[in-house]
């Protein structure tokens, strides 16, 4: 378990931006693939993007693909989601994730590929 934190939520008018981070205290994190997914009310976990553990690598749901960028600071054990071009369905209780095993990139876009998971940050996109 890597113990993670989320900031930068928040409320903003649709076309806005938002900056996420997840911070992690375990040095560990280098070497994971680190997640980003999403939970509407009355929906499932939905994957939003992932990035390797030497940031090589990215992935992105086909409904942020453009709008959103995914980066992480492994000198900081901090992950990033930039939030471009919102709309009022990436309304979402946004989670950061950290997968459950070593560079391992294959599984990134399921739930079950991860262990550690942060608190949650409320994104509200009002139209």
């Known amino acids: 378990q890597v113990p993670l934190v989320e900031s930068g939520g928040g409320l903003v008018q649709a076309g806005g931006s938002l900056r996420l981070a997840c911070a992690a205290s375990s040095g560990t994190f280098n070497s994971r693939t680190m997640g980003w997914f999403r939970q509407a009310p009355g929906t499932e976990r939905e994957f939003v993007a992932a990035?390797?553990?030497?940031?090589?690598?990215?992935d992105y749901v086909d409904s942020v693909k453009g709008r959103f960028l995914i980066s992480r600071d492994n000198a900081k054990n901090t992950m990033f989601l930039q939030m471009n071009s919102l709309k009022p369905e990436d309304t979402a209780v946004y989670y950061c994730?950290?997968?459950?095993?070593?560079?391992?990139?294959?599984?990134?876009?399921?739930?079950?590929?991860?262990?550690?998971w942060g608190q949650g940050t409320q994104v509200t996109v009002s139209s």
């Open positions: 994730a950290v997968s459950s095993s070593f560079r391992t990139y294959s599984n990134r876009r399921s739930a079950s590929g991860y262990s550690s």
């Open positions: 990035i390797s553990w030497s940031g090589g690598n990215t």
